[in-house]
């Protein structure tokens, strides 16, 4: 089995966190992807997360419709710090897949020097998928200057570029704006019947 692990804040998640990881599956050749919510993103320790049960239940109910799609509570269930390169080993041990293959951003994989052992994410990996943007700040030379073990195991990604982000998406629900068609359906009918997202 090819396993791809897609992690995030998913606050909420959308059309574009989908996308991503379908054309992720298909270009990588995965046969599962598993969605990892991260309950505190060191990267985002100046914003306010909603709670973790809250963005669970509206990720479950974004990949529900797709059987290769499944959310992991790997982070959720064991205490703070959560770091990449734990889950990571974890997943494996768990899984026992054929290869192990993270998915990540690239602007987050031009910070990955900086991440917690990442040597040993790299080494724990059989690949690494990137999903670029056209406004991401990747040095691919600087990168493999201070990880040159990625050289072999790094992936890109060409997926159609949605620009929707979660925070966008808060903002407008907050402002009471239009915001459907921004996530799936059954997503926006949860936010809406619960009231997510819309104090000021």
Same mark, same amino acid.
């Given at each position: 089995? #090819?396993?791809?692990?897609?992690?995030? /804040?998913?606050?909420?998640?959308? !059309?574009?966190? !989908?996308?991503?990881?379908?054309?992720?599956?298909?270009?990588?050749?995965?046969?599962?992807?598993?969605?990892?919510?991260? +309950?505190?993103?060191?990267?985002? /320790?100046?914003?306010?997360?909603?709670?973790?049960?809250?963005?669970?239940?509206? !990720?479950?109910?974004?990949?529900?419709?797709?059987?290769?799609?499944?959310?992991? #509570?790997?982070?959720?269930?064991? +205490?703070?710090?959560?770091?990449?390169?734990? /889950?990571?080993?974890? =997943?494996?041990?768990? *899984? !026992?897949?054929?290869?192990?293959?993270?998915?990540?951003?690239?602007?987050?994989?031009?910070?990955?020097?900086?991440? *917690? #052992?990442?040597?040993?994410?790299?080494? =724990?990996?059989?690949?690494?998928?990137?999903?670029?943007?056209?406004?991401?700040?990747?040095?691919?030379?600087? @990168?493999?200057?201070?990880?040159?073990? @990625?050289?072999?195991?790094?992936?890109?990604?060409?997926?159609?570029?949605?620009? =929707?982000?979660? /925070?966008? =998406?808060? #903002?407008?629900?907050?402002?009471?704006? +239009? *915001?459907?068609?921004?996530?799936?359906?059954?997503?926006?009918?949860?936010?809406?019947?619960?009231?997510?997202?819309?104090?000021?």
């Amino acid at each position: 089995m #090819r396993l791809g692990v897609f992690s995030g /804040t998913f606050d909420p998640p959308h !059309l574009g966190h !989908l996308l991503l990881a379908e054309e992720a599956r298909w270009q990588l050749q995965l046969d599962r992807v598993l969605w990892v919510l991260t +309950p505190v993103s060191p990267f985002k /320790t100046d914003q306010e997360i909603s709670p973790v049960e809250q963005r669970l239940m509206l !990720l479950e109910r974004a990949v529900a419709l797709d059987p290769a799609f499944e959310v992991s #509570r790997v982070e959720i269930d064991r +205490p703070a710090p959560q770091y990449t390169v734990d /889950t990571l080993r974890l =997943i494996k041990e768990q *899984y !026992l897949p054929d290869a192990l293959i993270y998915l990540i951003g690239g602007d987050a994989i031009a910070e990955l020097p900086r991440w *917690y #052992r990442p040597q040993e994410l790299v080494a =724990i990996v059989d690949e690494i998928g990137v999903m670029r943007r056209p406004a991401d700040d990747l040095d691919l030379s600087r @990168l493999l200057e201070a990880l040159p073990e @990625l050289s072999e195991k790094i992936r890109f990604v060409d997926a159609p570029l949605l620009e =929707i982000s979660s /925070t966008e =998406i808060r #903002r407008r629900i907050r402002e009471g704006k +239009p *915001y459907r068609f921004f996530l799936p359906e059954q997503v926006a009918e949860v936010i809406e019947q619960e009231g997510f997202y819309h104090q000021k």
